[in-house]
């Protein structure tokens, strides 16, 4: 098994934290890596320092490539996505790393046009020695942002995220994050809870690369990293429910949360997240006889 889906085991891992694990409370919010890339300026967003990777200081380097600035800064929405480091021949960046764990890895994609078209992009990436992304195009259809997130386990001082474009072609980012997550974030063990009905234990998360395709905040509002705690994205559920009459928005949950000890943090979600739910819908007359909401 590759990569885990992160959304098929978002369920047991949620009922998990309340018995299972044990979270550190001593985890710190990190100052670094968060990576301007191919300016010499840091951008200060949500809180965060993007450290510009032309000139960067010591605790991380770039390999072979070429910083670029688009040539049309009205079409760029935010100071991150100006400017990108483009790679033409295989290259990396390093990370003087000295905490070894799962380390969350977030790539930012903004497909400027100008000087070179971005979207004539094709590449791969892997970080400490796993494969991430794969002939991967970020196409400029949207004309927007593309966001890729994982969680990567690092055994290793000066792990490396290694850019390799395919042949004729080139690779490029905007932005990296790469950061510790806290201890205890994911569990190593898991309740199967699959499509096919496995409900098996699977054991040894921690050694694999997890790659998020949803974020779901159940009866709630999208959250904006700006309002994480650990700078995530929530989209809400209803689109993905799949009779939309099965359930309905618990009423908003206003007092004061307690988390326990050794339960979740409000690193495992943002306390908004925890605020919100779905009920099962128990009107006969919408949800016949048996209450089921997928
Ligand atoms: C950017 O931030 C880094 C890390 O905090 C610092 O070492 C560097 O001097 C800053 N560069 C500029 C141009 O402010
Ligand atoms: C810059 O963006 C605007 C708006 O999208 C567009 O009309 C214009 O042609 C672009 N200029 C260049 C040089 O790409
Ligand atoms: C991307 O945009 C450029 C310039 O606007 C255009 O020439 C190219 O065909 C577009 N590519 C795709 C895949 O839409
Ligand atoms: C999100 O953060 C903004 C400020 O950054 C704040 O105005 C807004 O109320 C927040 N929303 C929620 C749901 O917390
Ligand atoms: C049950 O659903 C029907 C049809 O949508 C609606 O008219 C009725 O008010 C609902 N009853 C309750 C108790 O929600």
């Given at each position: 098994m590759g990569k885990l889906q992160l959304h098929r085991?978002?369920?047991?891992?949620?009922?998990?934290f309340s018995s299972h694990l044990l979270l550190s409370s001593a985890y710190t919010l990190p100052h670094e890596y968060f990576i301007n890339c191919g300016s010499s300026s840091n951008t200060t967003v949500n809180g965060r320092i993007?450290?510009?990777d032309v000139n960067s200081g010591s605790s991380f380097s770039?390999?072979?490539s070429s910083p670029v600035k688009d040539d049309n800064l009205s079409t760029a929405a935010y100071p991150l996505y100006q400017t990108d480091r483009i790679f033409k021949q295989e290259s990396f960046y390093e990370f003087q790393t000295t905490v070894s764990g799962t380390y969350l890895i977030r790539f930012h994609f903004y497909p400027f046009s100008s000087p070179i078209n971005l979207a004539d992009d094709l590449f791969d990436v892997s970080a400490s020695g796993f494969s991430l992304l794969s002939n991967f195009r970020v196409a400029n259809s949207s004309n927007s942002h593309v966001m890729k997130e994982f969680a990567v386990p690092v055994q290793v001082e000066n792990f490396r995220i290694d850019f390799t474009p395919q042949e004729s072609s080139f690779g490029f980012v905007n932005a990296i994050e790469v950061f510790p997550a806290p201890n205890g974030f994911f569990p190593d063990r898991v309740v199967g809870a699959n499509p096919a009905g496995h409900s098996g234990t699977y054991k040894g998360v921690l050694s694999q690369?997890?790659?998020t395709i949803h974020r779901i905040n159940v009866g709630g509002l999208t959250i904006t990293p700006d309002n994480d705690t650990l700078w995530r994205s929530w989209i809400p559920d209803d689109a993905y429910l799949y009779f939309s009459g099965a359930a309905k928005n618990s009423e908003f949950y206003s007092d004061k949360l307690k988390y326990q000890v050794g339960g979740a943090t409000t690193y495992s979600a943002p306390d908004h997240v925890y605020r919100t739910a779905k009920e099962l819908n128990t009107n006969d007359s919408i949800s016949s006889?048996?209450?089921n909401a997928t």
């Open positions: 085991f978002l369920f047991p891992l949620l009922v998990y993007f450290v510009g770039v390999g072979r690369v997890l790659y006889n048996f209450f």
